[in-house]
Structure formats: structure tokens, C-alpha cells
């Protein structure tokens, strides 16, 4: 204690230590600033990614499905199927089909989807449509 | 000396604070940058993805209902009926198409693109075209000849014989062929004007070249291939289209406008 205590009464001052303190604290606090910054931006870009990532997977799979006459039955569990066929294992979707005379769609609403996607649709038969769908992971 | 002292630590500490508000303030507007570029991207593409399938759509309903088969390569071959029996089918197709893209979005077709059904090469600007489309005469007007000729082929259910091909006047950039039923053709090469007669002597096509523009008319039914032969190379991917004017949509919720022609081939 006795030492402690000549160690904080020193003849020269306080001013070495109290310096020191201060610019160990500035480093802290910088370092803090820096790394909390770049973990935030990071994690930013990847939310973004993945809303991007989400969007364009649900345009790829309803353009192919659509492009190799899957969505012509206008039957929903055909549509399931084809749609479970080729997206991937972690990833969920819902759609909703209007045709002009008949809806077809999927257990889960679309609208309960973050992003939503939509395109027309002009089966064999001639039936016109709008699919709206929605990709999201499990 | 104190003061000055506790001065500069008050500075250091306003500077340190300075710092983190500075840095805070670029992350965040980093994320709100960065979030808007995103949503830049989906509306964009939310519209690129409805411009597409509309076209996709139209070239459903034209694949299904016009009657005109299209094939391209370094020769372009159009094959149909003519007259075009098609055009009340492809008309009231295309109208309900309209309706039903405008019902649900700011999309429209330019129906009276259907009264022509006018197709151009691009890019070499070669119009394909119907005079009244249903009616009986067929067009083909390039804005340059850049291609080698035009080769017609025609298939009829008549029969043929050895007058049936009657060309006339010397050009190198027709070339016509008939065939008629029973295995029975003809044919006339390097033509300006050119008449199909049957085994009667009924004139069943009149084809001519008159300034580089192509007439093709029949009043009985034929089934005719219009072949433009061997496009000149012009360096980018020859597409078969519509008017200019055959597609608008107006996004205004996503400020998005386009007005263009639709991708046939």
C-alpha cells in the first residue's frame, strides 16, 4: 500500500500517468469506433445481399418454370412440385397465380413475404395471368 | 498551467467525440445508402422482370395465333398462309391481352400494331409487313439491300405444269419456287416479276421487285416463304421485332417509363 501510494505521489507529478490513461483510452475507444463500424457495415451489406440474393432467386425459378411450360396446368400441386424441384433446400416460397378465371396458390400468403416479386404470364392454353411469389430462407 | 492542462484534456475528450459522431454518422449513412441502392435495384428489376414477361407473353400469343412461322439464322425465313386467315384470332388475342396487362398495371400494347403486323430486321432495318394483315398482299422493305436476294418459296394445293412459273425482267435479287400438289413444281430465277398460274391457267401469286421493296400477293390460298438470303455480317445479334412504338410502360409508382419495340425472335 505504501509503495501504491509513493508510486501515485511521485516528486515530478501525476501528468505521466494520467497521459498515459488518456491515450490508452483514446486507442480503446478508437479501436471500439473501428471494429464496431466495420461489423456494422458488413452486416448491412449482408441483410442487403440476401434481400438481393432472395429477389433474384425467386425471378430465376418463376422465369424458368414459366419458360419450360410448368405454370400451363395452372394445378398447384404441380406447381409445388416443379417449384420444389429446383429451389434450393434452405429456402422457402409462397406464390399466388390470377388468371382471369381461376386464382391458384400456394399454402402461404405472398403478402407475408418481405420481397415480393411478380411477372405475367401467358400459358399454352392462352390463359393470362399474374404470378406473384416470394423466396425466403427456412 | 492547470488550466491549460484541463484545456487540452476537454479537447482531446470534444475531439474523441467529434470522432465517434463523425464515424456514426457515415455508418449510418452508409445504410441508408446502402438500403436505397437496393431498392433501386429490386424496383429496377421488378420492372425489367414485368417488361420481359410481357414480351414473353406477346410472343406466346403471336407463336400460337399468328400463323407465321419465323426462322433465323444468316437467312431469315417467314412462312405463312396467304391470305392470312389468322388476323381475327391474333386481333382479339392481342386486345385481350391489353386489357388484361392494363387492368393490373400502367402496361399497354399498342393494338394497331396487329393491322400491319409489321416485323423488322434488326439491325438491318428490313420491314416484313402485310399490307392490310388477313388481307392478300405481303411486303418486305429494306431501308439499305443489305442482304444477298430475296428467294420465295410457294406451296399450293393446285397442280402445276410446265407454264405454271412465268418470270419476266432480268434481277439478280429474286428467285422463286413452286411447288404444287401431286409432286408437281416449277421455278424462276433471276426475276423481277414473276406469276404463278395452275394447270388451268389461274393466276394463283404475283410476285415483283420494284426499287428493292418485295410484293407478294395472292387472293388464293397459298402457303408462301419469304426468305431473306445470306444478311450482310453488321457485327451484333441479328432480332426479329415489332414497331418501335409496340410496348409502353409506365411504373410511375416506381418512377419507371419505357416505350419500346417487342423482341419477336
Given amino acids: 500500500m505504501e ?21 490508452v483510452i483514446a486507442i480503446f475507444l478508437v479501436m471500439i469506433v473501428l471494429i464496431s463500424s466495420f461489423f456494422m457495415v458488413n452486416k448491412e451489406n449482408e441483410e442487403n445481399y440476401e434481400l438481393l440474393q432472395q429477389f433474384n432467386l425467386g425471378n430465376d425459378i418463376f422465369t424458368v418454370l414459366d419458360v419450360n411450360g410448368k405454370l400451363n396446368s395452372l394445378n398447384r400441386n404441380s406447381i409445388k412440385t416443379s417449384i420444389e424441384t429446383i429451389l434450393p433446400k434452405n429456402f422457402d416460397y409462397s406464390f399466388r397465380l390470377e388468371c382471369e378465371h381461376k386464382i391458384v396458390e400456394s399454402n402461404r400468403s405472398v403478402s407475408s413475404t418481405l420481397v415480393k416479386g411478380e411477372k405475367i404470364v401467358v400459358t399454352n392454353n392462352l390463359d393470362l395471368c399474374i404470378m406473384r411469389y416470394g423466396i425466403w430462407p427456412k | 498551467m492547470a488550466k491549460i492542462k484541463g484545456m487540452l484534456l476537454t479537447l482531446g475528450f470534444f475531439i474523441a467525440v467529434i470522432i465517434f459522431l463523425g464515424f456514426a454518422l457515415i455508418i ?9 441502392r437496393v431498392s433501386d435495384y429490386i424496383v429496377f428489376e421488378k ?40 388476323d381475327i384470332k391474333f386481333r382479339n388475342n392481342l386486345s385481350r391481352f391489353n386489357n388484361f396487362t392494363n387492368s393490373s398495371y400502367n402496361i399497354n400494347i399498342n393494338t394497331s400494331l396487329s393491322d400491319d403486323l409489321a416485323l423488322w430486321i434488326r439491325p438491318h432495318d428490313i420491314k416484313y409487313y402485310h399490307v392490310d394483315f388477313g388481307d392478300d398482299i405481303i411486303k418486305v422493305q429494306p431501308r439499305t439491300f443489305n442482304f444477298n436476294k430475296y428467294r420465295v418459296d410457294i406451296v399450293t394445293d393446285k397442280v ?38 395452275d394447270n388451268t391457267d389461274v393466276l394463283l401469286a404475283y410476285v415483283n421487285i420494284g426499287n428493292d421493296i418485295l410484293t407478294i400477293d395472292s387472293e388464293t390460298k397459298i402457303n408462301v416463304t419469304t426468305n431473306i438470303v445470306s444478311l450482310n455480317d453488321l457485327g451484333k445479334e441479328v432480332d426479329i ?3 418501335d412504338n409496340a410496348l409502353t410502360i409506365n411504373l410511375s409508382e416506381y418512377g419507371f417509363f419505357k416505350k419500346s419495340a417487342i423482341r419477336v425472335v
Fill in chain 1, 3 to 23: 509503495v501504491v501510494k509513493l508510486f501515485w505521489n511521485l516528486p515530478c507529478g501525476n501528468k505521466g500517468q494520467v497521459f498515459s490513461l488518456d491515450a
Fill in chain 2, 28 to 36: 449510418s449513412n452508409s445504410f441508408k445508402s446502402s438500403r436505397e
Fill in chain 2, 47 to 86: 420492372a425489367r422482370v414485368l417488361d420481359e414477361s410481357t414480351q414473353e407473353g406477346f410472343r406466346n400469343i403471336f407463336d400460337k395465333v399468328s400463323g407465321i412461322t419465323i426462322v433465323k439464322g444468316s437467312t431469315i425465313s417467314f412462312t405463312e398462309e396467304l391470305p392470312n386467315g389468322n
Fill in chain 2, 160 to 197: 402445276l405444269d410446265g407454264t405454271s412459273c412465268s418470270g419476266g425482267g432480268g434481277s439478280s435479287k429474286l428467285d422463286v419456287t413452286a411447288r404444287g400438289a401431286s409432286g408437281t413444281s416449277c421455278n424462276s430465277n433471276t426475276v423481277q416479276n414473276f406469276k404463278l398460274y
Fill in chain 2, 241 to 243: 421485332k415489332t414497331d
